[in-house]
């Protein structure tokens, strides 16, 4: 098993590159579903999680090839699908795979997918996404750990969601875009990745408006058809660099970013003293010789996002001064705090509160990652520690960082990547 050794006090200086985002590929590798032929993506993150939802099409009979040397590139081709199952195998691994289970139905009439339950960071239950399914008609059992759905042909419906879900949006959206009629989603998820959906089901022939609203609207077509697309830039892993270059007193251009879609962490930047300014090919990001607190609530976009909350945890753990941040999204968001505690970092949980006072220094020790963000936490609070920090259990960062300790090291960064004997 690998581990990150990093060791801190450099500052960064250069440029980066953001990769395809990693919540936008997935359910456009799973829309490929809706339409026979062969579909080619292109700016597809190597990323573990993009393996795993390559493994879960072949597995139901699609073929997916790599379409260029750099492996950015997939063919996906939809033809072979005989099988209509999403094993628990594939499903605890990533809970992305539910994002099958639209798709399938809609077009195949039939899909089995395995209940992914909990995960480290709470429940993420799927139950808007049933809500939404049988409204279209679908007949869903629970069995055996698996959700089953059958459906000769969806039609449309009015769909109100309790809450604002990506997956869910995501899963009704595909589905609606083969079903009967028109099908109207409320209080829908508004993130960039939604709006990357329905540009991509607009471009197979299908008819989608209002993503990036909270009321999206689908009139359902009688077939799709296959296409080729480039993934939008990944808001997370630039929004990471962007507080990796504040908490170094760095100067770092994020290239190949959607500055639109980072003015929530813009603004928690500027709160905290850094500069940054648009520049061309991205956002140019110039950390200050003193970090100022902030005060962060996440919310569903356009707000802070939870994705950003545990790397904002450590440029306030090194701020002049006290900072709160609420975590309104996921009950159990916090496991990083006992890792930058072993790092000396002075951080009160009271449910989803966490109060951090700024320390001076934080020193390096031997942490474990617990999840995907707290793994990117822990790597950037290492690199502003005095000596060497040790991160473990790196295969979470695997699922959503692609060669991040290799682009900290193109600017600067002492970080390497070392197998854990």
């Known amino acids: 098993m690998d581990k ?14 953001i990769s395809g985002a990693k919540n936008a590929a997935l359910p456009i590798l799973a829309s490929a579903i809706l339409s026979g032929g062969t579909s080619i993506f292109r700016n597809v993150p190597k990323l573990n999680d993009l393996r795993t939802m390559g493994k879960l099409l072949s597995l139901l009979g699609a073929s997916v090839e790599e379409g260029d040397k750099s492996g950015h590139t997939l063919r996906v081709s939809t033809d072979g699908i005989r099988t209509f199952h999403a094993p628990y195998e594939l499903v605890k691994t990533m809970r992305a795979s539910v994002l099958v289970l639209g798709p399938l139905l809609a077009r195949h009439g039939q899909a089995t997918v395995s209940l992914p339950g909990g995960c480290a960071i709470g429940a993420r239950p799927i139950d808007q996404h049933l809500k939404g399914l049988e409204a279209m008609g679908a007949k869903i059992t629970l069995e055996h750990g698996n959700v089953i759905a059958r459906a000769r042909r969806l039609h449309g419906a009015s769909i109100v969601c309790d809450l604002p879900t990506v997956t869910g949006t995501e899963n009704l959206m595909m589905a609606a875009s083969l079903a009967r009629g028109r099908t109207t989603i409320e209080n829908a998820a508004r993130e960039p990745e939604i709006e990357e959906l329905a540009r991509v089901l607009n471009k197979m022939g299908g008819r ?3 993503a990036g609203t909270s009321v999206i609207t689908i009139e359902g077509v009688d077939s799709l058809q296959p296409i080729e697309h480039s993934i939008l830039p990944d808001r997370i892993e630039a929004g990471t660099f962007m507080v990796a270059a504040a908490l170094t007193r760095g100067d770092v251009l994020v290239r190949d970013c959607v500055p639109e879609h980072l003015d929530a962490v813009t603004a ?17 990001v110039r950390g200050p010789a003193s970090l100022l607190p902030v005060d962060i609530t996440t919310q569903p976009h356009p707000g802070f996002p939870t994705d950003m909350q545990a790397q904002f945890m450590v440029l306030a753990a090194r701020a002049r001064g006290q900072s709160v941040i609420t975590e309104t999204i996921f009950e159990n968001r916090y496991m990083h705090v006992q890792e930058l505690a072993r790092m000396g970092a002075d951080i009160h949980v009271d449910g989803r509160t966490a109060v951090i006072r700024g320390v001076k220094k934080l020193t390096g020790a031997k942490v474990m990652a617990t999840d995907l963000r707290a793994s990117a936490s822990l790597i950037l609070a290492g690199m502003v520690a005095e000596g060497t920090t040790e991160v473990l259990r790196v295969y979470h960062l695997d699922r959503g960082y692609e060669r991040i300790e290799k682009k900290l090291a193109k600017m600067g960064a002492d970080v390497k990547r070392v197998r854990d004997t």
Do not use: S
């Not at 990150?4 to 590159?17: A, W």
């Not at 928690?268 to 140019?284: F, M, N, Q, S, T």
């Open 208 to 210: 989608v408006q209002g």
């Open 268 to 284: 928690k930047l500027r709160a905290a003293g850094a500069i940054v300014e648009p520049e061309a090919g991205g956002l140019r």
């Open 4 to 17: 990150i050794v990093i060791r801190g006090g450099q500052r960064l200086k250069g440029e980066v590159r």
